[in-house]
């Protein structure tokens, strides 16, 4: 139960971080209005894109894990 929490959290993860970066939420960030200075670093495509990364990075790993639960699942039902 607890894995399946896990893979729960790296898929919304993954795919927030793959989505968000290229939307209008992106563009009224909280950060990037507070520091004023942080706006040109944020707003770069090639930090949007390395963003993008780390979600496909969180999806791979979400669906990893999912299936070593399915593997896991399969073994015990084979016993």
Known sequence: MRRLIYVAFFLEVGL???VLPWSAF???NYFASAWPALRPLLMNNFCRGAI?????VNLYAGFADLARVFAARG???GE
Do not use: A, C
Not at 52 to 56: H, K
């Open 75 to 77: 073994r015990r039902d």
């Open 26 to 28: 992106w563009d009224r």
């Open 52 to 56: 993008t990364g780390l979600g496909f």
């Open 16 to 18: 927030l971080l793959i």
